[in-house]
Nanobody, 128 residues
Framework: QVQLVESGGGLVQTGGSLRLSCAASGRTFSTYGMAWFRQAPGKEREFVATISSGGEITLYEDSVKGRFTISRDNAKNTVYLQMNSLGPEDAAIYYC?????????????????????WGRGTQVTVSS
């Protein structure tokens, strides 16, 4: 397992931007696919984006395509989520997750049950 710590959340107005960061411990970070999920009050955890261990493959939930960008810097053991054109529908706690089983190259990459390591989350609030 790898230890994950999210940061960068906060309060923004509709149309604004935020960049979330997820810092990971361990020298094996570069072997993990990484993903972002989010959970709004009263709703189940939702897939947002994933990136392969080397960054070659990125996949997004339809609702964030064209607005969000996932990236990683393996030299810094960090994965990022750049979020633009934010709306109230994006308000949630955002979680970083690590995948050691190659989910990004399977049909199960969007299933939270396939990720063994999770951060504690960072709150994103979007005002109307």
């Amino acid at each position: 397992q790898v230890q994950l710590v999210e940061s960068g959340g906060g309060l923004v107005q509709t149309g604004g931007s935020l960049r979330l960061s997820c810092a990971a411990s361990g020298r094996t970070f570069s072997t993990y696919g990484m993903a972002w999920f989010r959970q709004a009050p009263g709703k189940e955890r939702e897939f947002v984006a994933t990136i392969s261990s080397g960054g070659e493959i990125t996949l997004y939930e339809d609702s964030v395509k064209g607005r969000f960008t996932i990236s990683r810097d393996n030299a810094k053991n960090t994965v990022y989520l750049q979020m633009n054109s934010l709306g109230p529908e994006d308000a949630a706690i955002y979680y970083c997750a690590a995948d050691a089983n190659g989910l990004v190259s399977s049909d199960l990459y969007s299933d939270a049950r396939g990720y063994a390591c999770w951060g504690r989350g960072t709150q994103v609030t979007v005002s109307s």
